[in-house]
């Protein structure tokens, strides 16, 4: 929303609570709460009462996926084209429906580095290989279990990141998270793993600059282009990766 928009809604919301006879300290207080959600253009969400409202679903429900998301999923193993298995977390029908909900409303909103090609919009792999292909050096790298590498504190700082309190917070990442981590195979997980992704790929896009590189990620393969990629460039990388708390897969 513009700060016009936003200062609209402000002074609608503040017409109802004086027709509900809300005191004013209360009604700064949830406006106080609610402009910066109104800004990201994202649902302003108080509790956990108005959470379950929004959903349009009961509060044992939630709470059963909050406190015990593991009985909400199916998990089955894949193939992978390198070798090996994958497991897959599937959520649900209820329980996608609510993850649908989140990443419709709340993380499909939020911007990421334009150099994360994966799971975005008129981006694909296509894309993110053309911009590699008139350079002569290519070095790529894949990190290891990058979903489940993510875990929920990082998830819920997302949400606190977008101005939802600690409590809110807390029940957005629960919903989008199994056994403490980021499930591969639920709605919400690749939005949030390319938002949590953003340091590392601020990061890397700035060394890649600075040395004349291309740079890309397309999930959890990275992809640097140049004329020459010196073994120094490559260690600088590394390090990067692991500061950002990812680790490189040695094994592919």
Same mark, same amino acid.
């Given at each position: 929303?513009?700060?016009?928009?936003?200062? =609209?809604?402000?002074? *609608?919301? /503040?017409?109802? #609570?004086?027709?509900? @006879?809300?005191?004013? $300290? %209360?009604?700064?207080?949830?406006?106080?709460?609610?402009?910066?959600?109104?800004?990201?253009?994202?649902?302003?969400?108080?509790?956990?009462?108005?959470?379950?409202?929004?959903?349009?679903? =009961?509060?044992?429900? *939630?709470? /059963?996926?909050? #406190?015990?998301?593991? @009985?909400?999923?199916? $998990? %089955?193993?894949?193939?992978?084209?390198?070798?090996?298995?994958?497991?897959?977390?599937?959520?649900?029908?209820?329980?996608?429906?609510?993850?649908?909900?989140?990443?419709?409303?709340?993380?499909?909103?939020?911007?990421?580095?334009?150099?994360?090609?994966?799971?975005?919009?008129?981006?694909?792999?296509?894309?993110?290989?053309?911009?590699?292909?008139?350079?002569?050096?290519?070095?790529?790298?894949?990190?290891?279990?990058?979903?489940?590498?993510?875990?929920?504190?990082?998830?819920?700082?997302?949400?606190?990141g977008l101005g939802y309190s600690?409590?809110?917070?807390?029940?957005?990442?629960?919903?989008?998270?199994?056994?403490?981590?980021?499930?591969?195979?639920?709605?919400?997980?690749?939005?949030?793993?390319?938002?949590?992704?953003?340091?590392?790929?601020?990061?890397?896009?700035?060394?890649?600059?600075?040395?004349?590189?291309?740079?890309?990620?397309?999930?959890?393969?990275?992809?640097?282009?140049?004329?020459?990629?010196?073994?120094?460039?490559?260690?600088?990388?590394?390090?990067?990766?692991?500061?950002?708390?990812?680790?490189?897969?040695?094994?592919?």
């Amino acid at each position: 929303m513009t700060d016009r928009q936003v200062e =609209e809604m402000v002074k *609608l919301w /503040s017409a109802y #609570y004086q027709s509900r @006879n809300v005191s004013p $300290e %209360f009604s700064k207080q949830c406006l106080d709460y609610a402009r910066p959600l109104f800004k990201r253009d994202i649902p302003v969400i108080f509790d956990f009462q108005h959470l379950c409202l929004l959903l349009g679903l =009961e509060a044992e429900y *939630l709470q /059963s996926v909050i #406190y015990g998301a593991k @009985n909400h999923y199916r $998990e %089955f193993a894949i193939r992978k084209r390198s070798g090996g298995t994958r497991m897959l977390s599937a959520p649900h029908y209820t329980l996608k429906y609510v993850q649908r909900w989140i990443y419709d409303n709340i993380l499909s909103r939020v911007k990421v580095n334009y150099c994360a090609h994966g799971f975005r919009p008129k981006k694909s792999i296509l894309t993110n290989a053309k911009l590699h292909v008139a350079n002569k050096f290519l070095l790529k790298l894949d990190l290891k279990d990058f979903f489940p590498s993510i875990t929920l504190n990082q998830v819920i700082n997302v949400f606190r990141g977008l101005g939802y309190s600690n409590h809110v917070a807390f029940f957005l990442g629960s919903i989008c998270c199994v056994d403490d981590h980021l499930p591969q195979g639920a709605p919400t997980s690749p939005a949030l793993s390319n938002i949590i992704a953003q340091h590392l790929d601020n990061r890397l896009l700035g060394l890649a600059k600075k040395m004349g590189y291309k740079y890309t990620r397309y999930a959890d393969d990275l992809a640097f282009s140049g004329d020459s990629i010196s073994s120094t460039f490559t260690q600088y990388v590394v390090r990067i990766i692991s500061e950002c708390k990812f680790i490189v897969n040695a094994t592919r």
